[in-house]
Structure formats: structure tokens, C-alpha cells
């Protein structure tokens, strides 16, 4: 079964930061890569999607994702975070119609 | 507006129990799903329906039930409910760009 690991799991920036999050994944065959991201109290919303072609992917909001197939990586990055960005931000990977999920990477950013 | 749609919102059942989840799409998907959210460990698969009359199990079925009534229509149930089925849960259907997914149904057993 597909596996899906964010190694960080909480993260502390300041306004204007750089963010990079890390996400890898198991399955070496055919994915379709998804960050996702989830406000407080809110349902999970598609930041940006990697299906084929260009490996670097941009998003909703500033996020832009680089699919890293050597390296079974899909990390999201944004230049300059700001404190609306403080959310939990979900990497999922899905393969034969279903999807996995890593365990999520909290984001608090500090006005 | 089109989505997902999850009721209740808010429930607290006692041990022991049981409920219904209910969630309904008007996208006109195929798939649909049934997850729980728990902190520090993501998303978890409970059950999916890949269609009208099929369903799956997922990485924790224990304890669930679901019921693909129409293509619409996805419900979870929790015969006997357990203090270890605290959590929040979202329904969400598939699509080719991904998954759109309910406001969740935060669930507490005590």
C-alpha cells in the first residue's frame, strides 16, 4: 500500500518567512500528487494538484509544489508566508482511485 | 451551491450507543468516501464506494458501517460506539482533480 510521510509535523515561522514543507511517498509507479490545506475549524480545501507535465506546480494563494520523481518528493513552498497561512497543510497522493494521506504539517505563523 | 453536505455537525453519543453519519453530493461523482481526522495522524480511509451499490473497506473499518443508498447518498454507522471512535469525520467524493470534501461531523464518545 501507497505511504505517505511529512516529516514535519509542526513548524513556526515568522511573517515574510520562506516555508518549505517536505512530503515523500512510497508508490514508484503512476500518482497524482495534492496539497491540501485545512483553517482552523474548517474542512480540508485543494491548494494545487500534480498530475504530468511542468514538475514545478502552482497554486492557490502563492504555494507552488516541485514534483521530484527521483526522489518520490512533492514539496510545498511559498516565498513569504503570512499569518493568514497559519492552517495544517495535508500531502496526498492518490493511485488507483484512492487516495493517501500523510499525517499533516502544522503552521503557525507569527504576526 | 454544489459540494458536499454532512449532517450532524456536532453529536455526543454515550458508550455503547449507536448513530448515523449522513452525507449527500450534488456533484454527480461516482466515488465516495468516509474518513476520520485524529491529531497527528492525517486522515484515515474508514470505508469508499467506487459506485452506486459498492462499497470498501478502508485502513479502519472496525466498528463502521456504510450504506451506499443512491448515487447521492454515502452514510456511516456506528452500531455500538466506542470512547476510541472520538473524532472528527469527512465524507468526500473523487473527482479527476481531486477530492471535495464535507464540512466534517465532530463526533464525541464518552
Known amino acids: 500500500a501507497q505511504s505517505v510521510s511529512q516529516h514535519n509535523h509542526h513548524v513556526i515561522l515568522s511573517e515574510a518567512a520562506s516555508l518549505e514543507l517536505g512530503c515523500n511517498y512510497s508508490y514508484g509507479g503512476t500518482v497524482n500528487l495534492f496539497w491540501y490545506v485545512q483553517y482552523p475549524g474548517q474542512h480540508l480545501q485543494l491548494l494545487l494538484k500534480y498530475f504530468s507535465g511542468d514538475p514545478l506546480v502552482k497554486g492557490i494563494k502563492g504555494f507552488e509544489a516541485e514534483f521530484i520523481k527521483s526522489k518520490f518528493s512533492f514539496n510545498l513552498r511559498k516565498p513569504s508566508v503570512q499569518w493568514s497561512d497559519t492552517a495544517e497543510y495535508f500531502c496526498?497522493?492518490?493511485?488507483?482511485?484512492?487516495?493517501?494521506f500523510g499525517s499533516g504539517t502544522k503552521l503557525n505563523v507569527k504576526p | 451551491n454544489a459540494g458536499v453536505t454532512q449532517t450532524p455537525k456536532f453529536q455526543v453519543l454515550k458508550t455503547g450507543q449507536s448513530m448515523t453519519l449522513q452525507c449527500a453530493q450534488d456533484?454527480?461523482?461516482?466515488?465516495m468516501y468516509w474518513y476520520r481526522q485524529d491529531p497527528g495522524m492525517g486522515l484515515r480511509l474508514i470505508y469508499y464506494?467506487?459506485?452506486?451499490?459498492?462499497?470498501d473497506k478502508g485502513e479502519v473499518p472496525n466498528g463502521y458501517n456504510v450504506s451506499r443508498l443512491n448515487k447521492r447518498e454515502f452514510s456511516l454507522r456506528l452500531e455500538s460506539a466506542a470512547p476510541s471512535q472520538t473524532s472528527v469525520y469527512f465524507c468526500?467524493?473523487?473527482?479527476?482533480?481531486?477530492?471535495?470534501f464535507g464540512s466534517g461531523t465532530r463526533l464525541t464518545v464518552v
Open positions: 468526500a467524493t473523487s473527482h479527476l482533480y481531486g477530492y471535495t
Open positions: 464506494s467506487a459506485s452506486e451499490g459498492t462499497t
Open positions: 496526498a497522493v492518490r493511485n488507483f482511485n484512492k487516495f493517501y
Open positions: 456533484m454527480n461523482h461516482n466515488s
